[in-house]
C-alpha cells in the first residue's frame, strides 16, 4: 500500500523560510518523479515544482523561481521543499504527488498523494 505523507507546515512571517518533507513508502522511491503541488482558498490546485528520477528539477510555478527549491533522498524514499523568502501570496495547502518515471505539471497525472501541510504567511 502506498503513502505519502507530508510535514514542515506552518505559520511564518512574509521573508522567513520553511522546509517541507515529503515521505513516500509502498513504491520504488527511485523510479518515481515527485511532485509539489498546491492550493489556496478558492483556487485550483497548481503545480510548483517537480524532482525527476536523476535529481534534475522543473519549475511549474514561475513566481516561485528563485525562491524555492525542490530535491531527493532516495536513500530516504523523501523530498524536500525548501522555501525562502516566504510571501503572503504562498500561504496554501502544499501536496505532495508521486508519478512513475517521469514529471507533469497536471494534477491529473499523478496517481499518488498526500494529505498536505498547511503554509501560512503573514504580512
Known amino acids: 500500500q502506498v503513502q505519502v505523507v507530508e510535514s514542515g507546515g506552518g505559520l511564518v512571517q512574509a521573508g522567513g523560510s520553511l522546509r517541507l518533507t515529503c515521505t513516500a513508502s509502498?513504491?520504488?522511491?527511485?523510479?518515481?518523479?515527485l511532485t509539489w503541488f498546491r492550493q489556496a482558498p478558492g483556487k485550483e490546485r497548481e503545480g510548483v515544482l517537480c524532482?525527476?528520477?536523476?535529481?534534475?528539477?522543473?519549475y511549474y510555478e514561475d513566481s516561485v523561481k528563485g525562491r524555492f527549491a525542490i530535491s531527493r533522498d532516495n536513500a530516504q524514499s523523501t523530498v524536500y521543499l525548501q522555501m525562502n523568502s516566504l510571501k503572503p501570496e504562498d500561504t496554501a495547502m502544499y501536496h505532495c504527488?508521486?508519478?512513475?518515471?517521469?514529471?507533469?505539471?497536471?494534477?491529473?497525472?499523478?496517481?499518488?498523494w498526500g494529505q498536505g501541510t498547511q503554509v501560512t504567511v503573514s504580512s
Open positions: 509502498g513504491l520504488p522511491f527511485d523510479t518515481y518523479s
Open positions: 524532482v525527476f528520477l536523476n535529481g534534475g528539477t522543473v
Open positions: 504527488a508521486a508519478r512513475y518515471y517521469s514529471c507533469s505539471g497536471s494534477a491529473a497525472d499523478y496517481p499518488y
